[in-house]
């Protein structure tokens, strides 16, 4: 099916030898496993058919003085080849801004990291009818000055429909399809199909390279109806990739 399947681990598991065994159970082409930071070294050589991603990385530098950090180079002479970028669960705890997604977007790229960029509202912003609004200015900030071929994937992730949140909401594949389209027509009106200089606000991403994910409480059962999103090539998915059994069902489907 040509699909990708980001599995996003978050804090888990809480062993070694359980992300091992996580690993194992993972490994298929087109999946990019992203587990905590301290299971990376061990697990690249543990699968032989999926990517290693990581959940994160710092805005700044190759090395220096940054206590608790870790690099877009580190990563990447380690052996990872995706990154996430700008997760919800990010923002909310630990406050990052458009601001320090931009940068964090930039070195990924400097450094030849493949990066999922989450972009997605909160609850009350749909409630409001501010969802539009909300995707445009994250992806005007986000992709700011930003000029490249590059691959990058856009995960489009609702807040308020990951697992972890309270009252998680189910979304549909309508409101999915709905989203992804739009912030694809934002991409496409500003951007150029070859890198030029861009000017303050206009993207220098050409369309061609940015790739849709769906995410947010995505699981076997329903895994199919996003893949078939006509603009959808994967899915970002996170407690459903925790569960072997569930996980290998949704690998079938890629
Ligand atoms: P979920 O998490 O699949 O558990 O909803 C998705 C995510 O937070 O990336």
């Excluded at 990066?115 to 409001?128: F, Q, R, Y």
């Amino acid at each position: 099916m040509d699909k990708i399947l980001v599995a996003n681990w978050k804090m888990n598991p809480g062993t070694l030898t359980e992300a091992i065994e996580l690993a194992r159970g993972s490994d298929h082409e087109g999946v990019i496993l992203c587990p905590p930071f301290i299971y990376l070294h061990t697990l690249k050589d543990e699968i032989m058919n999926a990517a290693l991603g990581a959940q994160d990385l710092f805005w700044e530098g190759e090395t220096g003085p940054f206590t608790g950090e870790v690099s877009a180079r580190m990563l990447k002479n380690l052996g990872v080849s995706h990154v996430v970028i700008g997760h919800s669960e990010r923002r909310k705890r630990f406050h990052e801004t458009t601001e320090i997604l931009n940068h964090k977007l930039k070195v990924a790229l400097a450094a030849g990291l493949t990066p999922i960029v989450c972009i997605g509202e909160e609850l009350e912003e749909k409630m409001s009818g501010q969802s539009e609004a909300v995707w445009q200015k994250q992806c005007a900030e986000i992709f700011k000055d930003i000029q490249t071929n590059s691959l990058i994937y856009i995960a489009y992730e609702p807040v308020w429909a990951i697992s972890t949140n309270k009252n998680a909401l189910p979304d549909t594949p309508e409101n999915a399809t709905h989203a992804i389209n739009f912030i694809c027509s934002i991409i496409s009106s500003h951007s150029t199909t070859s890198v030029i200089p861009a000017e303050a606000g206009i993207f220098g991403v050409s369309p061609s390279s940015i790739k849709f994910l769906y995410g947010g409480s995505v699981n076997s059962s329903n895994a199919a109806s996003f893949l078939d999103i006509p603009n959808v090539t994967g899915l970002l998915v996170g407690g459903a990739s925790l569960k072997i059994p569930e996980w290998q069902k949704m690998m079938a489907l890629i």
